[in-house]
């Protein structure tokens, strides 16, 4: 079993930054990626962003492309997320997901991920 917390979530202005963690707990050793999905009231669960823990291959939404950032500390046992340049469309609960067995193919798919963390609410202003 795998334990994720995230923490980082608030309240910010449209072109604020944010960054959100996501610690992970348990049989880490195991995890093959971490990703993090967001959902916004009314709307399916979408992918946002995932990282290979091996190697460290990124891969992100075409709508969050060039404004946020994956990246892990392999000693922290923890992933981040920075968030620059946000919009109120980003507005949205966004979670920490991980897998053991997650491919290239099913890496942005949220029924791949077998645990995933409690939430964290991001809201951006206009």
């Known amino acids: 079993q795998v334990q994720l917390v995230e923490s980082g979530g608030g309240l910010v202005q449209a072109g604020g930054s944010l960054r959100l963690s996501c610690a992970a707990s348990?049989?880490?050793?195991?995890?093959?990626?971490m990703g993090w999905f967001r959902q916004a009231p009314g709307k399916e669960r979408e992918f946002v962003a995932a990282?290979?823990?091996?190697?460290?291959?990124?891969y992100y939404a075409d709508s969050v492309k060039g404004r946020f950032t994956i990246s892990r500390d392999n000693a922290k046992n923890t992933v981040y997320l920075q968030m620059n340049s946000l919009k109120p469309e980003d507005t949205a609960i966004y979670y920490c997901?991980?897998?053991?067995?997650?491919?290239?193919?099913?890496?942005?798919?949220?029924?791949?991920?077998?645990?995933w963390g409690q939430g964290t609410q991001v809201t951006v202003s206009s």
């Open positions: 997901a991980a897998d053991e067995t997650i491919t290239i193919w099913s890496i942005r798919r949220v029924d791949r991920y077998d645990y």
């Open positions: 348990g049989r880490t050793f195991s995890i093959s990626a």
């Open positions: 990282i290979r823990w091996s190697g460290g291959t990124t």
